[in-house]
């Protein structure tokens, strides 16, 4: 029943800036941690950022101090402000709990490119 859907994603290149959001449907109760995660081709899907239901939140190394996640008081509606974006960041991006106890969306493509 719970269903996320991503969007915001797009080709862009080095050094410029991407705002993904997540919509999530069928979750009555607030989610208490939600992240965002990120899965390049032939690598394993990673946590990228975390945040709680209180504004709490946790960044992979490689992009604090360059992203920042966010979410809505009322729902589980979360975001990732992605800025000076890299060729590393290129990935399909997902939105789920934490740990990811729901089933995956279909993920928004981020392509970081020259």
């Known amino acids: 029943q719970v269903q996320f859907v991503e969007s915001g994603g797009g080709l862009v290149h080095p050094g410029e800036s991407l705002r993904l959001s997540c919509a999530t449907s069928?979750?009555?109760?607030?989610?208490?941690?939600m992240g965002w995660y990120r899965q390049a081709p032939g690598k394993a899907r990673e946590s990228v950022a975390t945040?709680?239901?209180?504004?709490?939140?946790n960044y992979e190394e490689s992009v604090k101090g360059r992203f920042t996640i966010s979410r809505d008081g009322a729902d589980n509606t979360i975001y990732l402000q992605m800025n000076s974006l890299e060729s590393d960041d290129s990935a399909m991006y997902y939105c789920?709990?934490?740990?990811?106890?729901?089933?995956w969306g279909q993920g928004t493509q981020v392509t970081v490119s020259s």
């Open positions: 789920n709990a934490k740990p990811p106890g729901y089933t």
């Open positions: 945040i709680t239901s209180d504004g709490i939140a």
């Open positions: 069928g979750m009555p109760y607030t989610i208490y941690v």
